[in-house]
């Protein structure tokens, strides 16, 4: 089957750092993704893994391992503004995107 | 990145009325679109996928009759809510796909049925 798992909430302070780990199971795997989505807004994309490994970019650094099934979105340095929920989604084999409920991540002063 | 634009952003209806929900890929050529409905505090939930001339693939649990959608063009894709019910209220997002490998969304559509 098809399955992805992620936390369903996290509390981080301002400028820390805060890693959201996502699991999934999926058939024919073409990648992963991690979206941004502020409440009452239509997601954002963040970034994309297919390959294993860390990718940067900027505060945000997204790592996959394909063959644990696994990926994780790392922040840092932690803004109010990035209290938001983070949605992990993997693709499989028919380009679709199977998707995760969402982390909803709180940041406190 | 990319632009893709929906509208209307919000709508009200009443019970047992249509509406249409709009979305345009600005600066690509959408060969595929995604339409989603989220209802608060839950993920998005996937309705049907369309490609640019063909019929569109709903997911199962989704009726094609109820939800129309038409994909006539690589730019524009249209999600009809027929005799729309208080049930239908949520959060309808479209998402565009071209030559890239992530998917581009639009702003969202709150749709309220009445």
């Known amino acids: 089957g098809q399955n992805i798992d992620q936390p369903t909430e996290m509390t981080a302070t301002e400028g820390a750092i805060v890693q959201i780990n996502c699991t999934y199971q999926?058939?024919?795997?073409?990648?992963l993704f991690w979206y941004q989505q502020h409440a009452g807004e239509a997601p954002t994309f963040l970034s994309y893994?297919?390959l294993d490994g860390l990718e940067e970019k900027g505060r945000f650094s997204s790592f996959l391992s394909r063959s644990k099934g696994y990926s994780y979105l790392l922040l840092k340095e932690l803004q109010m503004k990035d209290s938001a929920s983070y949605l992990c989604?993997?693709?499989?084999?028919?380009?679709?995107?199977?998707w995760g409920a969402g982390t909803k991540l709180i940041i406190k002063p | 990145g990319a632009v893709v634009s929906q509208h209307p952003s919000w709508v009200i209806c009443k019970s047992g009325t249509s509406v249409k929900i709009e979305c345009r890929s600005l600066?690509?050529?959408?060969?595929?679109m995604f339409w989603y409905r989220q209802f608060p505090k839950q993920s998005l939930m996937l309705m049907a996928t369309?490609?640019?001339?063909?019929?569109?693939?709903?997911e199962q649990g989704v009726e094609k009759d109820k939800f129309l959608i038409n994909h006539a063009s690589l730019t524009l894709s249209t999600l009809t809510v027929t005799s729309a019910h208080p049930e239908d209220s949520s959060f309808y997002i479209c998402?565009?796909?071209?030559?890239?490998?992530?998917?581009?969304f639009g702003q969202g559509t709150r749709l309220t049925v009445v």
């Open positions: 893994n297919v």
């Open positions: 999926t058939s024919g795997f073409n990648g």
């Open positions: 989604a993997s693709m499989d084999s028919n380009y679709q995107l199977i």
């Open positions: 369309s490609n640019e001339g063909s019929k569109a693939t709903y």
């Open positions: 600066d690509f050529q959408a060969t595929t």
């Open positions: 998402s565009a796909r071209g030559g890239h490998t992530e998917a581009f």
